[in-house]
Each structure stands twice: as C-alpha cells, then as structure tokens.
C-alpha cells in the first residue's frame, strides 16, 4: 500500500485569492456613480457636496466623509 500526501493549496493559487480580495476591496467609483446608487440614495444631497467631480472614491472613503460631516458641528 502506497502513503500518499494530503493535498496541499499551491501558494500560487492562496495568493492570487488573497490579491483578488484586496482588489475587491478597492474599487473606485465616480461621484456620479455612487450619487445614482442605491447604497447611497439616502444620503444623494450630502454626496453632491461633499464629493468632487473627476475623482474616484472607494466606498470606505465614501462612508468617512458621511460619517464626518454627520458627526460635525453645527454653526449658528
């Protein structure tokens, strides 16, 4: 009877997985996208103001500049 090895992950394929997840993670969108999106149709009048036109933002940035301008103060 032969001993044979336990299958093994080549390292190559655990870390194009590990690289795509990553990319996953860093997509960047127009403002105009995530204007029309749904994720953000309850905060479209904020996101006109505070994004620029012509830059890309990844939605973690995104959610920062809401939850700061949420959590600033108000002037009187």
Partial sequence: MVKQKPIQK???ES??????SK???TFKFTKQQLV???KYSYRRD?????LEEG???????VDKKL???????VNE
């Fill in 36 to 38: 029309s999106s749904n």
């Fill in 67 to 73: 939850h700061d301008f949420l959590k600033g103060k």
């Fill in 10 to 12: 080549p390292v190559e």
């Fill in 46 to 50: 904020a996101l006109n103001v505070l």
């Fill in 55 to 61: 830059k890309l933002y990844t939605f973690g940035e």
């Fill in 15 to 20: 870390s194009f997985t590990e690289q795509q």
């Fill in 23 to 25: 990319e996953v993670a």
